[in-house]
């Protein structure tokens, strides 16, 4: 893992060092990674089974991105992001079981079944959706952020998108006002590499992302995020500012997705050896549990012993999905309006 520290830079030259973690904190690290990457191999099966209808976007390969940063993240703190959503819910704290419902359009769902793959929301927990139109949620997000300084509060707003998200207009005029007002928002570019079926590199001239908010003053960093310490060092090092009032920051996470954009995309625009590179000397699961257990942080049991765990826990939702009911018709008529 300590290769991912030569691929890391900063508009200000800045360059953190990997996150010192706990023997506990990396476990959990761990546990949180793999239980995001089994959840959605275990949705992409239901889809092909029919369980869950409509479109499916699969989180695999990204997961050091949502657990380095939300791991850092305290009560109070918002959370917003696209429609690759499920692992950012998990990583929120939400239960498995809810999400996988909510999935599969179940009542049991954390939205009732009315939001599926692509709309869930729990303001119970600190998150406020995925969202359906690319970027619209950064406009949201600095949004939530202005909430939170407005009510004299210490909060944040993760607000994640992806770098075919970072070309839509309304986001450079959030960058704007956020800055202009000093919000405590943290804008993550989640890079994977291709939006839907364009790479970077064919979609924009300048494929620094974190570069993006320099015209309006806004600092970015690009990190590694195949790797959960160098993402959770870049939450140590740069939220601080952002929650003590010193306005927003750009954190472009350099990661990749395994599966298509979607469950429909057969991902014929890119190698079937870059994906296979990328699995074998970039996964982030594996770059953890080779440091942990090179490191002497860990035992192969202790690890067998979580695997074991989260496969039991995401059978578990599965079962629950299949299980619950379907959402009653008179569904169709709450949460409408809210009238105070």
């Known amino acids: 893992m300590a290769k991912a520290q030569s691929s890391r830079k900063s508009t200000t030259g800045k360059t953190p060092a990997l996150y010192a973690a706990s023997k506990t904190e990396l476990l959990e690290f761990y546990r949180q990674m793999l239980m995001i990457r089994r959840f959605e191999e275990k949705a992409g099966q239901m889809y092909g ?25 305290k009560e109070g703190d918002g959370v917003i992001t696209g429609y690759r959503d499920h692992g950012h819910m998990i990583a929120c704290g939400i239960d498995p079981k809810d999400v996988m419902a909510e999935l599969t359009g179940r009542s049991g769902g954390i939205s009732r079944g009315k939001g599926g793959s692509m709309h869930m ?15 619209a949620q ?6 939530i952020a202005f909430a939170a300084q407005y009510n004299k509060t210490d909060n944040i707003c993760l ?21 202009l007002w000093s919000l405590p928002v943290v ?19 300048a494929t620094d992302l974190c570069s993006r908010g320099a015209s309006f003053g806004i600092p970015g960093y690009q990190i590694d995020g195949m790797d959960v310490l160098a993402v959770r060092q870049a939450a140590e090092d ?9 306005g927003p ?3 472009e996470m350099k990661t990749y997705r395994y599966r298509g954009h979607s469950m429909s995309d057969p991902a014929k625009y890119r190698s079937k050896e870059e994906v296979k590179d990328m699995r074998e000397h970039r996964d982030p699961i594996e770059g953890l549990k080779s440091h942990m257990l090179e490191g002497g942080h860990a035992t192969e049991d202790e690890i067998k012993a979580i ?28 949460e409408i309006l809210i009238e105070e």
């Open 159 to 179: 607000t994640y998108f992806g770098d075919g998200a970072a070309n839509q207009g309304q986001v450079f005029e959030s960058f704007n006002m956020a800055k």
């Open 307 to 334: 695997d074991v765990e989260v496969k039991a826990e995401v059978a578990e939702a599965a079962e629950f999905a299949k299980n619950s009911p379907e959402p009653d018709a008179a569904e169709l008529y709450t």
């Open 49 to 73: 089974m029919g369980l869950i209808g409509g479109f499916c976007h699969l989180y695999i390969g990204q997961e050091a991105v949502v657990v380095g940063l939300q791991t850092a993240m």
């Open 138 to 143: 950064v406009s949201l997000g600095t949004g």
């Open 187 to 205: 804008y993550v570019i989640e890079n994977n590499q291709y939006a839907m079926g364009t790479s970077v590199a064919r979609a924009t001239t």
């Open 121 to 135: 929301f729990s303001t119970d927990h600190g998150f406020y959706g995925g969202h359906g139109i690319v970027g």
């Open 249 to 251: 920051v750009i954190l």
């Open 238 to 246: 740069y939220i601080p500012a952002v929650r003590a009032g010193e």
